[in-house]
């Protein structure tokens, strides 16, 4: 229930990194089992989104991820990560049309 905790341990965990390259792989495998199990835990999106372009770079992954963490969640519950989610797509966007990222480390 945590996301903003999560988010930090997600954050500092990829900036270190893993000398197991299955880790991430194990991680969002873990995640989706817990979603089928607890489909209501739709926070979980935003994790598999962020697992899924900062520790393994499958942008496509993390965008349809982030679009559905968005459409599950309140932004009432959430609104800290949905403003981060919103960016982050933007940045998915930019970079997958082949635009630099603006000098601000935005989007637009």
Not at 15 to 32: N, R, Y
Request: charged fraction near 35%; hydrophobic fraction near 30%.
């Amino acid at each position: 229930g945590d996301l903003h905790g999560a988010y930090e341990h997600y954050k500092r965990a990829f900036a270190k990194g893993t000398a197991d390259p299955s880790v991430p792989v194990q991680s969002e495998e873990f995640m989706l089992l817990v979603l089928e199990e607890e489909p209501d835990k739709g926070q979980l999106y935003f994790c598999l989104g962020f697992l899924n372009e900062r520790a393994k770079g499958d942008l496509a992954s993390a965008r349809r991820d982030y679009q559905r963490f968005l459409s599950e969640t309140s932004e009432d519950d959430f609104q800290r990560e949905h403003e981060l989610v919103r960016k982050w797509i933007q940045k998915i966007d930019r970079q997958r049309a082949g635009l630099p990222e603006l000098e601000d480390g935005s989007s637009a």
